[in-house]
């Protein structure tokens, strides 16, 4: 079955059918991958301090992971849309979970061996398989359905990322984490072990299943300049180049704040344990999946575009109560800017990909790799942080937002430049 979308450039419009009968279960399946990589990442988050105290590694080693993941995510999302305009969207999906499966299998001999290098380059290999899932995924779910109703249905997907966000470290702390504390010395390969065993039938599960399943075959439409040898391939919509900058503020902005919701809490509030503090954490990513699923219902009603907008002017105000209050104002706005990031990736992904034509595969990979902001803001507020307090550090994300509001208000409108 195979369908070409048509292209236009007007406005994005509100209502219409979230999706069409014949597209039900392929949206399923593809929605679940979404839930699915949440995992992947946030389990992570878990194993990550338990192999830090496996591995005896100071802060800066520690500090690699990060690079490793991003780094993972960045260099493979070009050569994921190039791959895709070959094989097309479904095997591309089945390519990046296989990689996401290779990558969890290395954390099985990481663990083992207890080394580290092997565990770092198993989670650089699951970020590229995870790139390729989201170069792949996240355009083909906007085509699942009325295009009107295209950034809706992202965000409706990608709830389920959140979804996965909050539920995993609960399983996590509850059959990893404690697991570990019970185990005797030399017995963490076996408290890691089972998890990603687990993951790697998953993945493996998953592409079978999807290499089988009969799913529609996306044909772009194609540009209307495209014999024109005046046109650059995605260098000639600005909109989408203005998007790629938005979403990398964006993660930079996102990563950042969560990465020192604790250590925020604990300097407005000096006493407050780690378990406490990370109490908010928890309210914050809440927040995130609640307005994951408030932001997709309003949009039947409110323009994407608008939606973004009035989310950006949430985050400037949650930020600036963060800067410049103290108590619970300041706790509240960094709570608040959970809910506020909720609709900003899916949104921002699906309004700059639009109306891309042949382009929409390496334009979707220019946006996944935007995702190193999420490398690079979090130690620039680290510095200033280090130079001065946490609450300065704030005026990073501030900035990120600000670059948003602007995408939302105008940056978004398609112009097409030959």
Sequence with gaps: MA??????????????????????????????LFFLWAV??????????????????????????????????????????????????QRGIVCGLLICACGAFLFIPAASVHMYAVFLFGLFVMACGQSFLEVSANPYVTFLGPPQTSEQ???????????????????????????????AAGSEADVVRMPYMVMVGIFVAMALILYFAKLPVIQEEKAED????????????????????????YIGAQVGVASFVIRFVQHTHPGT?????????????????????????????????????AFAVGCVVSV?????STGAPALAGIVLLGFFHSIMFPTIFALSIRHLGP????????????????????ALMGRISDASNIQRAFF?????????????????????TA
């Design 3 to 32: 369908v070409t979308r048509i292209s236009s450039t007007s406005t994005p419009q509100t209502g219409g059918p979230l999706t069409e009968r014949r597209y039900v279960l392929p949206l399923i399946l593809i929605t679940s």
């Design 40 to 89: 992947g990442v946030n389990l992570n988050d878990i194993l990550i301090p338990h192999l830090k105290g496996a591995f005896h590694l100071t802060d800066f080693e520690s500090s690699f992971v990060q690079v490793a993941f991003f780094g993972g995510y960045f260099l493979a999302a070009w050569p994921a849309g190039r791959l895709m305009e070959k094989i097309g969207y």
């Design 153 to 183: 249905r992202l965000n409706v997907a990608q709830s389920f990322n959140a979804v996965g966000a909050v539920v995993t470290p609960i399983l996590g702390s509850t059959f990893i984490l404690s697991r570990a504390h019970a185990a």
């Design 226 to 249: 495209e014999s024109s040898p005046h046109v650059s391939g995605v260098f000639a919509f600005p909109h989408l180049l203005k998007g790629v900058v938005a979403q990398f503020f």
């Design 273 to 309: 344990l780690d378990t406490q503090a990370a109490d908010y954490l928890k309210l914050h990513l809440l927040g995130f999946m609640i307005g994951r699923f408030a932001g997709s219902a309003l949009m039947k009603k409110i323009q994407p575009a608008h939606m973004l907008a």
């Design 320 to 324: 600036l109560m963060v800067i410049f």
């Design 359 to 378: 382009y929409t595969k390496r334009g979707s990979s220019f946006v996944v790799m935007a995702i190193l902001g999420g490398a690079v803001f979090p």
């Design 396 to 416: 990073v994300p501030l900035v990120c937002y600000l670059f948003v509001l602007y995408f939302a208000v105008s940056g978004y409108r398609v112009r097409h």
